[in-house]
């Protein structure tokens, strides 16, 4: 790819960008734009936000793959849908069309066996402009399970029609063939035809969708998580299972114990503390020797990769190993004796890292004990805890916390007391409630022991010039800075941009907050206003926890790069079998890329199906007034989550009124243009809710009676949304100003 000049200061131009990606003969992303143009450091960073910018005003499209391309142009490589077979010609759309015109037909020029495409296959595909036209070359046949819609079966009259559970997905599609389904039922479902005339041809039945544990099963088929393993990586897990421990440094003696959720279905951390004579500490992290039974290249590795990450649901968990490893042989459990990679540490008086080393282990853990359990028994509210493991074990953990909490708070790492909720069920899988997660002084205690094994990880490989998997968190954008102090300047607390900006610079914005009603507000936006963090070989640093070096080491069972670390230590430190293969290291960037997708899929999937419990626990409430506050507004329209609850739901512009509600976006309001009636982000307000889909976990509410527009107008809005008329499922007749989305 040939070098791009610029001007000596300052970011390349739109227009340069647009000639680049339109020249280059490989897909052009982020990374490729940087080199292109010989970007460094901040101009990276500043890049970024450019590509956003120029996204949001409609000049590139963001491909599969994190590669761009001109708006209404086809990528360089891209998944494509093909949509006619015609005397041995074969016609494929993009799968994905964000442009108002039609998508265009491309030829596909098939090499090798002729006829192996047919109507309905999806393909990724290398794209290239031929003439006037456009033509493709397959690269990859993509299998059928990625390309089959979830949706519940309706209803109406004679038709049935498909109702997709993706609440982004508004439209409903007309069902050419029911098969063996019945209306109501969850079904995957094929679509065919070109777009925008798609239909749905009902390939399994899934069962009903509002039945308990239904609403994980819609998660695993909607994102496409691997829920079963081949029969070859479980023989593997059963027979590694079976490996004798070999020579490992004996710490059964020690009385090291698990700190983990009351509902933990793994335990593959354990703690230990001791006082030292200088008043100092020695501390131990024990994590379980994940590396030893999945050796590189296993099959048991080729699953690991794949999935990434383990995804945890309420009702289930769909494991990155087999269970044979992940809750039984790599668990550690009370009473068992299993292998470790222990991480040794000397922590001073004042809570300083001073030293670390790393050693395969044998151990046993004390005693298993939930968080609530663990401050109880340091509270002495409780006697769940044999007082033995209270002495020996929680107190010495608890002291040396102290110190290691007291450094914490010297280097001043972002504090976000964002709540968690949690869906507790029955033994039927009921749901019986819906909270936010208390949070414990025990979470924080295993919180900073893990922070202090992972940067000694980190440092421990830095020493030996040994590949590192980081976790990477990057500072926020100038972008994202100065909506925040658009943001904040609504509420009239001040923020200055010229400022070196720390994550202490967002702590004092809560601080001056303080417990004003806005409060909730302004941490998510605080939130929103950070990077996404991910995995990379980069030293980057962790904005968040004010660290320069940090990666993950802790939870090898259910996260591939910290099984990555586990095999660099064991080949930097010469510790055994199951060592990162020589050259490993240098695939890094694309494995990092690789699993840091996989993480953020997972995590949507868990949201996802959270939303769907809070719909099911909201659906005997609908016709009801809900307390709610406004998470985000838009042109057409303002989202509200119910308070203490969770779970989003939208209240369409069109249904304020019979006046024309202006959005205002530095503001993040809807202001009424006769009335001067305001809805904002963060208001708090009663509203009626008028629907809980547990199926798709969609809320959709309402002002209550006698304020907003008449009920014919709502009936109306209603059907027009269902149908999704407007473009990218839009109500047509929203109108809104500001700066293009």
């Known amino acids: 790819m040939p070098r791009q000049t610029r001007p000596s200061s300052g970011l390349p131009s739109r227009k340069q960008i647009l000639d680049f990606i339109a020249s280059s003969d ?19 960073i500043m890049l970024k936000g450019l590509l956003k910018d120029m996204a949001d005003e409609g000049l590139i ?32 759309v993009p799968e994905q069309w964000q442009a108002e015109t039609p ?101 399994a039945v899934l069962g009903d969708p509002f039945a308990p544990r239904s609403f994980s099963l819609i998660a695993i088929h909607k994102h496409g998580l691997r829920d079963a393993f081949r029969e070859e990586a479980i023989e593997e897990a059963v027979r590694v299972a079976k490996l004798p421990l070999g020579e490992r440094d004996d710490l059964t003696h020690l009385p090291i114990v698990a700190i983990d959720p009351i509902d933990a279905r793994d335990h593959d951390d354990a703690i230990w503390a001791s006082p030292r004579d200088d008043r100092g500490w020695n501390a131990i992290v024990a994590i379980a020797d994940v590396s030893y039974y999945v050796r590189p290249g296993s099959e048991l590795d080729k699953e690991a990769r794949a999935r990434g990450n383990s995804v945890y649901f309420p009702d289930r968990v769909v494991p990155m190993l087999p269970e044979t490893l992940s809750a039984d042989i790599c668990s550690l459990k009370q009473g068992e004796v299993r292998a470790a990679l222990a991480c040794h540490m000397v922590i001073d008086k004042d809570g300083a890292l001073k030293s670390w080393r790393f050693t395969r282990a044998k151990i ?11 401050q109880a028994a340091i509270d002495g509210t409780s006697g769940l805890v044999d007082p033995q493991i209270v002495k020996t074990a929680l107190k010495p953990l608890w002291d040396c916390w ?29 749901i019986l409630s819906v909270a936010a997660r208390e949070r414990l002084d025990a979470h924080r205690l295993v919180e900073d022991y893990m922070i202090a094994a992972n940067v000694a990880a980190a440092k421990a490989l830095e020493a030996k010039k040994a590949p590192v998997m980081y976790r990477v968190h990057e500072a926020p954008s100038r972008e994202k800075l100065i909506a925040l102090k658009d943001y904040l300047a609504t509420f009239g607390v001040e923020f200055a941009l010229g400022q070196v900006i720390r994550p202490a610079t967002f702590n004092h914005i809560i601080e001056r907050v303080g417990d004003a009603a806005f409060r909730p507000e302004v941490m998510e936006q605080l939130l929103r206003t950070q990077m996404q963090a991910r995995y990379g070989p980069e030293t980057l640093g962790h904005f968040g926890l004010a660290l320069g070096s940090y990666a993950h080491f802790t939870s090898p069972i259910r996260r591939y790069a910290d099984l990555l670390v586990h095999r660099s230590l064991v080949a930097t430190y010469k510790l055994g079998e199951g060592a990162l293969p020589a050259g490993e290291g240098e695939a890094f960037d694309r494995i990092g890329e690789q699993i840091s997708m996989l993480e953020r899929r997972a995590m949507e999937a868990e949201r996802d199906t959270v939303d769907r419990y809070v719909a099911a626990f909201l659906a005997d409430r609908v016709g009801q007034l809900v307390d709610c506050r406004i998470t985000g507004v838009q042109p057409f329209g303002f989202f509200a989550t119910v308070e203490s609850l969770g779970g989003d739901g939208l209240v369409l512009a069109a249904t304020l009124g019979n006046e024309y509600f202006r959005y205002d976006e530095k503001a993040r309001s809807l202001v009424g243009d006769d009335s001067g009636e305001t809805y904002r982000v963060g208001m708090r307000l009663q509203l009626r809710l008028a629907e809980a889909n547990p199926a798709s976990g969609a809320l959709r509410f309402e002002l209550p009676e006698g304020r907003g527009a008449p009920p014919e107008r709502r009936d109306r809005m209603r059907a027009t949304t269902r149908r999704g008329s407007g473009p990218r499922g839009r109500p047509a007749n929203i109108r809104h100003q500001g700066r293009r989305r």
């Open 26 to 44: 490989q897909p052009a992303g982020k990374r490729e734009i940087a080199r292109a143009f010989g970007l460094h450091g901040h101009d990276k």
């Open 364 to 374: 046993c853990v004390a005693a298993n004990i939930a968080y609530e359990h663990a």
């Open 402 to 430: 102290a110190a290691l909490l007291a450094a914490r708070n010297r280097r001043g790492p972002l504090e976000l007391d964002i709540p968690e909720r949690r869906v507790v069920l029955d033994e039927k899988g009921r």
């Open 103 to 203: 998508p265009p037909k491309l030829r596909v020029i098939e090499r090798g066996r002729k006829g192996a495409l047919g109507l309905g296959d999806r393909i990724l595909a290398r794209t290239e402009e031929k003439g006037a036209g456009t033509v493709a070359h397959p690269m990859k046949k993509l299998a059928k399970s990625a390309e089959l819609l979830l949706g519940v079966v309706r209803k109406d009259g004679d038709n049935y029609w498909l109702s997709p559970v993706d609440k982004r997905e508004r439209r409903e599609f007309a069902i050419s063939d029911l098969g063996d389904a019945r209306a109501g039922d969850l079904v995957l479902a094929e679509p065919s035809g070109p777009p925008p005339r798609v239909t749905a041809r009902v390939d």
């Open 61 to 92: 499209d963001a491909a599969p793959g994190r590669a761009f391309h001109k708006s209404g142009g086809v990528p360089k490589v891209t998944v494509l849908r093909v949509v006619d077979v015609d005397d041995g010609n074969v016609w494929a």
